[in-house]
């Protein structure tokens, strides 16, 4: 991918109604970027902290995906219960809402290297007792739920972190960009190696070997970040963690701004999850095999992988910018095509370009960085990334239900259009929201930005 360096645009195409002015953003780019020089993922790795994040982010990925598929396998061969295994994988996005709500004063109120050390830390010690012999049933799903819980602070605080390591501009973005491709390129190999695995070793064999990612993530993230102050100074805070919680959710959806983003990061999540959740039964309809089924359960993974990898490495942070509106609107639109039941390289088709709808996040991202405080930045990304995974657990239920009173290609198309239209006025919200700020919020920057 091309890493040379792009000298400033001198473009004096208007800015694109609803994004935060350009110039105002290529300056905090080029002031608080760490890495001086070539744009690109490159530059990102220049970047010493953000190898470290980056290695704590591979280790934490594979420790939560090994842990997910061995959990379900033991506790299937502890019960032969397909519902409580399938309880199990759930209880991994479910507890997104109670971590996102209630603990996302975490993010803000403590300095981040302490609060991401302690979620990883927590997390091997639940893995731990998974793998104790006498642990019941029950505390296994009670110990997945708190790895759950942790996760959305875990993510939100190292959001809000790469700030401060990489800058509110560009490298920002690109950072935010790679962590999202590894994870999206765990769907595709992440469950491979964790059947690989089971394949030569015990489920709780496989379990205990995700005690030492977690603690190297802890060791990592301990030893290779600078420890900064926490975000929310004790004399801004609430009277307890709970209060600070709460106020930062209603900080977040009383700025019309900030609320329209957020809403922006959800709702298409929302729908594009239909066809994933109805792979299996589509899949039947059309009469071809599992080796069919494999390619469309990658197709849209790779669309966005490979969208994502083009948008960061050979758009300016300009272009990227421009594709954020016209991406979010209509990148549900390819769904419509399951309407005339496509087969399957119809349907490959359609679920690479929706993949590659989403791109849009890599502008959206730079958008909600701008548009939130410093001193609510924590909360807000633990709150986004707890609603985005608790929409897409939503998304599938639906889709699910649905399908039970509807045929599955019509549920898909269904997803395609009500989708396009929440998305459509959406974006309209964003446009008409410009660089609003609600007048609170933005007082309180003043005074606590540091």
Partial sequence: MPTEPVPPSTETTPPVPGAPPVSSIAGRAESARPGEGARGYRAVFRVREFRFVFGAHLLSLLGVVVTEISLTVLVYDLTGSPFLSALTFALGLLPYVFGGTLLAGVADRYPARRVLVVCDLVCAGCVAVMVAPGTPIAGLLALRCAVAAVAPVFTGTRMAALTDILGEGDLYVLGRSLLRIVSQSALLAGFAVGGLLLAVVP????????????????????????????????????????????????????????????????????????????????????????A?????????????????????????????????????????????????????????????????????????????????????????????TAGLMTV???????????????????????????GTVCSVLLVYEVRRTGGSRNPGVGADRDMTTR
């Avoid at 329209?260 to 994933?276: D, N, R, S, Y």
């Avoid at 300016?316 to 016209?326: A, D, N, Y």
């Avoid at 979010?328 to 496509?342: D, F, R």
């Fill in 292 to 384: 069919a089924l494999g390619l469309m359960m990658c197709a849209m993974p790779v669309g966005h992988i490979a969208a994502e990898l083009v948008a960061g490495s050979a758009l300016s942070p300009r272009s990227r910018s421009r594709i954020v509106l016209p991406s979010a609107a209509l990148g549900l639109l390819p769904l419509l095509v399951y309407a005339v039941t496509p087969g399957i390289g119809l349907a490959l088709v359609a679920l690479a370009l929706s993949g590659v709808g989403a791109v849009y996040v890599i502008g959206l991202d730079q958008w909600f960085v701008e548009a939130v405080p410093e001193e609510l930045r924590g909360r807000a990304m633990t709150l986004m």
């Fill in 203 to 290: 489920a709780r064999g496989a379990i205990a070997i995700t005690v030492v990612t977690f603690l190297c993530s802890a060791t990592l993230l301990r030893f290779g970040t600078k420890d900064r102050p926490a975000r929310l100074l004790k004399k801004e805070g609430g009277a307890n963690l709970l209060r600070d919680s709460l106020d930062g959710a209603r900080l977040v959806f009383v700025d019309r701004r900030i609320r329209a983003l957020t809403l922006l990061f959800w709702i298409p999540a929302m729908f594009v999850v239909a066809p994933e959740a109805l792979m299996a039964p589509y899949a039947d309809r059309i009469g071809v095999g599992p």
């Fill in 392 to 418: 897409q657990g939503l998304g599938m239920a639906l889709a699910g239900l649905a399908a039970e009173f509807v045929p599955v290609h019509q549920v898909v198309a269904g997803s395609g259009l009500i």
